[in-house]
Each structure stands twice: as structure tokens, then as C-alpha cells.
């Protein structure tokens, strides 16, 4: 039933033009959240945890908010196999921090990226694809694993390589760097017991280790990487300076590489509060 409904979703949607189904998610957003409040409760409570001393009008706001970021994502992301490089390209306005993507990628060199689930983060992957740059992205599978094939048809169309974080990715990972791809590892999950616990603001949060494991074992930085919407129809793409893996012993490494990145999400989702994935329990792990 979720196969076939996501099936009608995407084949309604896709008949109507992106900018005319961005208008109608933005303005729908409001009153969807009052009357399907997916998850509200689990937002509500991750931006009290962010943000202890925000007035209420200002959680409300940033609740409304992440709401119509998300459906203007589904939007967007519903219309990829009808968009062109063209069409990503006026999508994408502008590219900050570009030195930093050329200067690793020269030469055809493999590279390392991590990103959250800031913005549109599909919209990313599938521009830079789309202009011929050999990617691949660890994706957690959807419980459903019709509608996980369906997004990862979608993906796969654009360019991406998409590799399964519950199919022992490390052969795989270390396949793709080989092969000199970039590997995309979006790293800001709870990890549970598979994680170490690192500040995110101000509170213990379960971090996978696998990008700073790989950076380790491939002597290779990690570059961050955000997209952030600037406008109803526009983003630009922020590239900041790469996290290079000192050298110490081997706890202490993750530890540092996985901190720095999260201080750095950190700041770009203070900068951009409304454009965060807070659906999901971030804190939900927390030491014994």
C-alpha cells in the first residue's frame, strides 16, 4: 500500500511544473502541519533541546518552517527525472567555497564529503552528478524496501552511486576511493551503540565514526559540504575548509574528526534553523 501510494504521489506531482508544485508546498505547508503534525512532538522537542531558551513564538516559527522545507523538498526531489543539468543549474545560484571541491578533486583524485540533512541534500548530489563528477553516497535504506528501490532509481538516474549502510559498506567504500570517486557520507544520525558520543549543542549525541575511520585509513580529508535554500525556487552549495586526520593514536583521531565536524554542522544549523532535518530523535541515545 506505501509502494503504490508513493507511486501515485510521484506520478501526480510530477504532472504538475516544479514552480507552480514549490508555490503549492509552501503555502500548504502551514496547514499540513496542523493537520498531519508528522513528528511535531519529536521536533518540538529536539529544537527545546537545541535552543533552551528560545521564546515560544520563535519554536513555533522554526516548527512551521521546518515543515515547508521538507515538503519543498519532497517537491523538488519528486521532479528530478524530469530535470535537465539545465534545470538543476538554475536551481543552484551559487557556489561557495568552490577552491576547496577543485583543489582535492584535481587530478582526478578520490575525495571524502560530508553533509547533513541540511536543505536539500538530494539536490546536491544529483547537480554535481548530472555535470559528469563520479559520486557515491551511503544511503540508509527506507523500511520499505519498495519504496527505498523507487528512491534509489531516482538517484541512480541522475548519476549517483548508491551504496547501503546495512550491507557491510566497507568494501564498497574502499572500492568507490580506488575507483577515485567521491564517496558522500551524510553522518549527522543517533548512531546508538555504534557511535561515540560527541557535543551537539550541549548535549551527548551517539555520532557514527565511519567518515573519520575512512579519512584515517585513506589519509584523506574531509571536505564539508552544505546546500541551503536562498529563495522559493533557488540554493547555493557552501564547500568550508577540509578536516585533515592528524596524526595521534587512533580513538583520539575519530574523536577529534568527528567533534570538529559536528562544531562545524553546528554553526551552519544555528545560521539556518529552519532548513534542518529535526524529524528524526538525535538525542535519542545517551551515555549509560
Known amino acids: 500500500m506505501e509502494y503504490w501510494g508513493a507511486l501515485l504521489f510521484l506520478s501526480l506531482f510530477r504532472l504538475i511544473p516544479l514552480r507552480l508544485a514549490l508555490q503549492i508546498a509552501s503555502q500548504a505547508a502551514p496547514v499540513l502541519s496542523l493537520i498531519f503534525p508528522v513528528r511535531k512532538k519529536v521536533i ?6 537545541a535552543f533552551p531558551e528560545a521564546p515560544l513564538p520563535f519554536i513555533r516559527s522554526l516548527i512551521n518552517e521546518t515543515y515547508r522545507n521538507f515538503l519543498l523538498f519532497v517537491m523538488e526531489f519528486v521532479h528530478f527525472p524530469n530535470s535537465t543539468l539545465t534545470d538543476l543549474s538554475k536551481q543552484i545560484t551559487a557556489i561557495e567555497g568552490e577552491e576547496y571541491f577543485k583543489e582535492l578533486l584535481g587530478g582526478g583524485k578520490s575525495l571524502l564529503i560530508i553533509t547533513a540533512h541540511l536543505g536539500n541534500w538530494e539536490l546536491m548530489g544529483a547537480y554535481f552528478a548530472s555535470k559528469g563528477i563520479k559520486i557515491s553516497v551511503l544511503a540508509k535504506p527506507i523500511h520499505n524496501p ?9 538517484r541512480m538516474d541522475k548519476g549517483l552511486s548508491v551504496i547501503s549502510t546495512r550491507e557491510s559498506p566497507l568494501r564498497s567504500v574502499l572500492k568507490a576511493l580506488k575507483e577515485r570517486r567521491c564517496v558522500a557520507f551524510l553522518a549527522d544520525q543517533d548512531a546508538r551503540k555504534a557511535g ?20 584515517l585509513r585513506s589519509r584523506l580529508p574531509l571536505l564539508p559540504a552544505f546546500i541551503l535554500r536562498t529563495g522559493l525556487f533557488t540554493h547555493k552549495v ?16 575519530i574523536f577529534e574528526i568527528t567533534e570538529q565536524y559536528h562544531r562545524i554542522l553546528e554553526g551552519m544549523i544555528r545560521k539556518y534553523p529552519g532548513q534542518y532535518f529535526w524529524f528524526h530523535r538525535r538525542w535519542k541515545s545517551q551515555p549509560s
Open 196 to 215: 561515540i558520543f560527541v557535543d551537539f549543542f550541549g548535549k551527548p549525541a551517539s555520532t557514527f565514526t565511519g567518515p573519520a575511520l575512512f579519512s
Open 146 to 154: 519498495y519504496v527505498d528501490r523507487v528512491v534509489n532509481r531516482i
Open 238 to 253: 557552501v564547500f568550508l575548509p577540509p578536516i585533515y586526520p592528524r596524526e595521534k593514536d587512533r580513538d583520539s583521531a
Open 44 to 49: 518540538r522537542q529536539n529544537l527545546r533541546t
